[in-house]
């Protein structure tokens, strides 16, 4: 893993597959926002799909370049990324198919619907096949032994937060049930057994996210958790390129250091919006403990960087 570079035709290519078609529907959604004024639960039917396609796009794409990395278990870990992909296209096309028929995906308990009624195995047991890849990604990428501190870190970190990010849907399937009615965009009244928001179950969304106003949103915490690998990822490499430069970043130690705060910031980052969110309170209406909290992780994570700072400047005067 001394590399962040890997030609693009080495990549993993189910995976790529799986990115290309992701891009491609967040083409089609952004056009449906335009021109289809369809609402559910006051946003467009398209923004689901779009949030979706950028994330797995995004995700996908990830996991198609850790795959060059892979020394150990790298069959392993090439089939488990195809099961990934495939799994993928089918969770995200049955969340499309239903935003394009105007009804909700996950949570809808209409089982009049013989199209829902197919679908619904679809998104239970999609998620659950995801995580178990995830899982098993994780562990090969554990067994590694080559490459560089800051980069294994950076992965390895990311990867367990991602874990946790898709474990956090699955929780809250089980946790609690909140059985209601709601109207999808063509009138219909739909039972739903389960709701995003938490205090408020289905929330007023902010624009685009759609992560409750009025009440907590495990969304939040998952959004951030998933997305922990790529924002590791890109310091690692960003410290790698300024180390051409700045002789005291040279030491791999130096940069892993880094890197380790970091994570460890985020980290903490995302155990505040979890606990915030559990406690059925809106990202952008914080009280004084969660500010709190999240001033230690900041403070906690700055001192641990600038240590890692001073540390490698020393070494170098």
Same mark, same amino acid.
């Given at each position: 893993?001394?590399?962040?570079?890997?030609?693009?035709?080495?990549?993993?290519?189910?995976?790529?597959?799986?990115?290309?078609?992701? *891009?491609?529907?967040?083409?089609?959604?952004?056009?449906?926002?335009?021109?289809?004024?369809?609402?559910?639960?006051?946003?467009?039917?398209?923004?689901?799909? %779009?949030?979706?396609?950028?994330?797995?796009?995004?995700?996908? &794409?990830?996991?198609?370049? %850790?795959?060059?990395? &892979?020394?150990?278990?790298?069959?392993?870990?090439?089939?488990?990324?195809? #099961?990934?992909?495939?799994?993928?296209?089918?969770?995200?096309?049955? =969340?499309?198919?239903?935003?394009?028929?105007?009804? +909700?995906?996950?949570?809808?308990?209409?089982?009049?619907?013989? #199209?829902t009624a197919a679908l619904v195995p679809i998104l239970t047991y999609g998620v659950m096949i995801i995580l178990i890849a995830q899982l098993v990604l994780g562990v090969v990428v554990l067994i590694q032994r080559t490459g560089g501190a800051a980069l294994n870190r950076a992965i390895r970190t990311g990867l367990a937060l991602a874990t946790f990010g898709m474990v956090l849907p699955i929780y809250w399937l089980v946790a609690q049930v909140t059985p209601r009615t709601v109207t999808d965009a063509n009138g219909r009244q739909v039972p739903m057994y389960q709701g995003h928001g938490i205090g408020d179950p289905d929330g007023n969304g902010m624009?685009?996210?759609?992560?409750?106003?009025?009440?907590?949103?495990?969304?939040?915490?998952? +959004?951030?958790?998933?997305?922990?690998?790529? #924002? %590791?990822?890109?310091?690692?490499?960003?410290?790698?390129? *300024?180390?051409?430069?700045?002789?005291?970043?040279?030491?791999?130690?130096?940069?892993?250091?880094?890197?380790?705060?970091?994570? *460890?910031?985020?980290?903490?980052?995302?155990?505040?919006?979890?606990?915030?969110?559990?406690?059925?309170?809106? &990202? =952008?209406?914080?009280?004084?403990?969660?500010? %709190?909290?999240?001033?230690?992780?900041?403070?906690?994570?700055?001192?641990?960087?600038?240590?890692?700072?001073?540390?490698?400047?020393?070494?170098?005067?």
């Amino acid at each position: 893993m001394t590399s962040f570079l890997a030609p693009v035709r080495t990549w993993h290519r189910p995976l790529l597959v799986c990115a290309a078609l992701m *891009l491609g529907l967040m083409l089609v959604a952004g056009v449906g926002l335009v021109v289809d004024d369809r609402t559910l639960l006051n946003e467009s039917v398209w923004i689901k799909p %779009l949030k979706f396609g950028f994330a797995f796009a995004l995700y996908a &794409l990830t996991l198609a370049w %850790l795959s060059t990395k &892979l020394t150990r278990g790298r069959r392993l870990g090439r089939w488990v990324g195809t #099961v990934f992909a495939v799994t993928s296209v089918v969770e995200v096309g049955a =969340i499309t198919v239903q935003a394009a028929r105007g009804t +909700f995906s996950h949570f809808n308990a209409d089982l009049t619907d013989p #199209v829902t009624a197919a679908l619904v195995p679809i998104l239970t047991y999609g998620v659950m096949i995801i995580l178990i890849a995830q899982l098993v990604l994780g562990v090969v990428v554990l067994i590694q032994r080559t490459g560089g501190a800051a980069l294994n870190r950076a992965i390895r970190t990311g990867l367990a937060l991602a874990t946790f990010g898709m474990v956090l849907p699955i929780y809250w399937l089980v946790a609690q049930v909140t059985p209601r009615t709601v109207t999808d965009a063509n009138g219909r009244q739909v039972p739903m057994y389960q709701g995003h928001g938490i205090g408020d179950p289905d929330g007023n969304g902010m624009f685009l996210t759609g992560w409750s106003v009025t009440g907590g949103d495990f969304r939040v915490p998952h +959004f951030f958790a998933l997305h922990g690998i790529q #924002v %590791l990822l890109l310091l690692a490499a960003a410290l790698a390129a *300024l180390a051409a430069k700045r002789a005291w970043l040279r030491p791999e130690k130096v940069r892993a250091r880094l890197v380790g705060s970091a994570a *460890l910031g985020y980290t903490g980052l995302v155990a505040v919006v979890t606990w915030q969110a559990v406690r059925g309170q809106s &990202l =952008i209406h914080p009280d004084a403990s969660t500010l %709190l909290a999240l001033a230690a992780v900041l403070l906690i994570a700055a001192l641990a960087a600038a240590g890692s700072v001073v540390a490698g400047r020393r070494a170098f005067s």
